[in-house]
């Protein structure tokens, strides 16, 4: 069953990681937060073992592995990124090797998994040189994604500071050739890569220039095929790009815009094509992060400068409607996706914080 659940920021008044708690109504409501999981400004879920692997976004970058069990949330380990300021986190297909993309330090980190999902050593390392034109964001590398390519031959690195994607050879928990793969327009300010689930396209989300590309993908090829603004075209104030999700399908596309805060909906063509659908007012200052709900037929927003989680019902035609009010999570920055509720466990950790439903709450459509 799903489990969902919010990562904060501890600058923003963030108490740790929430879980949210669905009605039968189709409400939310919010859990009191699990202080072991600090800054877990992005994260990935293992579905295979049950793990929460989430990031601890601070200049001595760790990750953080995790078990939700009926007793709350318990810390397995923490491993250092070997970089700083940590941002993003890929298990590959198999679910055997784990990719960290450091901004701070325009490095990420590649670790080998063991059967329960635990780190096998020192991770790999590749650090990135460069820079682009924008001085106050660009003036170094800085990491923000990794992507594992669809056999799983490549890791793609997206580097925000030098409008670059990185394409690395991956053999036996080592990375080598690497070869940059796309260079973007200067000042476009790469931030997320995402695969079509089936043909060989991608799109590149620029943070800088709130841009869509969408990219023909050859293994350490890739080649501009379309791109587009994720804003209005009569917008003239600032806003930077800040999420971008695929469907399960791949003919829908959301995009989050911090400033004009909104979501873009676009549909995406078998050939490649991207036509606009919609801007949904995001209901909420600056949505940084969005988990799709597909089953449930809802969107989550997390609106990290108003401390907020946003519901949008997900209409036939996969634009999206705002479900009554948003709900208060003070640093609100990350949705973690889980596959199951918590398991049943007689674990005794200390740091575990029972998932009881909190006293707010929001109501869906």
Not at 16 to 33: C, M, N, Q, T
Request: proline content about 5%; some cysteine.
């Amino acid at each position: 069953m799903l489990s969902l659940h919010v990562g904060t920021y501890t600058r923003n008044g963030g108490a740790g990681l929430h879980r949210l708690v669905r009605s039968a109504d189709r409400g939310w409501g919010i859990a009191p937060a699990y202080p072991g999981a600090r800054n877990a400004s992005f994260g990935a879920f293992s579905v295979r073992r049950g793990l929460a692997y989430l990031v601890d976004e601070s200049r001595d970058g760790r990750i953080g592995i995790f078990r939700q069990t009926e007793a709350g949330w318990h810390r397995i380990v923490r491993v250092t990124t070997l970089g700083r300021e940590p941002c993003y986190l890929a298990l590959d297909a198999d679910e055997t090797a784990l990719a960290v993309a450091n901004y701070g330090s325009g490095s990420i980190a590649l670790y080998r998994l063991d059967a329960a999902g635990l780190p096998l050593g020192e991770a790999a390392t590749y650090a990135h040189a460069g820079h682009g034109p924008v001085e106050d964001r660009q003036e170094a590398p800085h990491a923000h994604c990794a992507c594992f390519s669809r056999d799983q031959d490549w890791l793609y690195q997206v580097d925000l500071g030098t409008d670059e994607v990185v394409a690395h050879r991956l053999a036996a928990g080592i990375l080598s050739e690497h070869r940059i793969a796309f260079r973007a327009p200067g000042g476009t300010g790469p931030r997320h890569l995402v695969l079509h689930p089936v043909l060989p396209f991608a799109l590149l989300l620029g943070e800088l220039d709130s841009s869509l590309t969408v990219l023909d993908v050859t293994g350490d090829k890739m080649k501009e095929r379309q791109r587009v603004s994720t804003l209005p075209p009569d917008f003239t104030g600032d806003s930077l790009g800040g999420h971008l999700s695929v469907n399960a399908v791949g003919d829908r596309v959301y995009v989050t815009n911090r400033g004009h805060d909104s979501v873009a909906t676009f549909a995406w063509g078998t050939q490649g094509a991207l036509t606009l659908l919609q801007h949904a007012p995001s209901g909420g200052a600056s949505p940084r992060a969005l988990a799709l709900l597909e089953a449930e037929r809802q969107l989550l927003l997390a609106n990290e400068e108003s401390g907020s989680v946003s519901v949008f019902d997900m209409l036939d035609d996969g634009t999206l409607r705002l479900a009554g009010a948003p709900i208060a999570v003070p640093g609100a920055a990350f949705l973690l996706v889980a596959g199951n509720e918590p398991a049943s466990t007689g674990t005794t950790e200390t740091d575990a914080v029972p998932a009881a439903p909190g006293a707010n709450s929001l109501r869906g459509g």
